[in-house]
């Protein structure tokens, strides 16, 4: 269950938000939602693996984090193994809101009904963060969160054409990804996709000029690389299964 609510500070004065990172609070994901302006920070921990959108219009990109729903190889416990976070993980739990009637500036929301989420008297509430300081103003951390959905909704709003670049060079192809797991039993992970190497290396000095000046080209190479990370992610599966 989700409870969006307009952040205000009269009524999120006294709000505080637990940074923690562990399942209880909502870290137990698979996956989640990137965009190709982070692809640089993400392929350096992560693989980077697209998406069929819900209504099949479209694809998305994903930072996968494990092989099966609510595994997070890189969650040990309290603590976040990885050198960078996605921005989707990091401004949790506050969204981007519809602008109020008549404007267009978009709102800041908050999920209420968040674990991460504390009032004055929860435990932890003392060691979490403020969204306002004692004179009213952003706190440190809220201003961050801001500035991290900011570049999530730049990033979304930019996202749709380099998905249909990639799909107009062909650059998509499915991937399925095959491993044994620690009892030596096959598994197999499909239904998603990946850019097909081949064709990225056959493409054109004109193509190419194409995708670097709309700013293709980096996060297409970045997705690439990052696909490294697949052989350490079903090495920490292995470990984590022998436990």
Known sequence: MTDH???TIDDHRATRIDRGRSAVLGDAVQLCLIVPDEFRSVQNAYPILFQRTAARDGFQAVALFGFAPEENLYLEGDRWDAPYLPLAMATRPFLIGPP?????VPQLHLDAASPRVLAPGNAGYDAASPLFDDAGALSAYLAA???GLGRLDRGYRAAPDFFVTLERHDLLE????RFDDAEGNARQIVDFHGIDEERFAALDGSALGELHRDGHLLPITMALASLANIAPLIARHQRRSHG
Not at 100 to 104: A, I, M, R, Y
């Open 145 to 147: 969160v801001l500035e």
């Open 174 to 177: 499915p991937v399925s990804i």
């Open 5 to 7: 609510v307009l952040v």
């Open 100 to 104: 109020p009637e008549g404007g267009d």
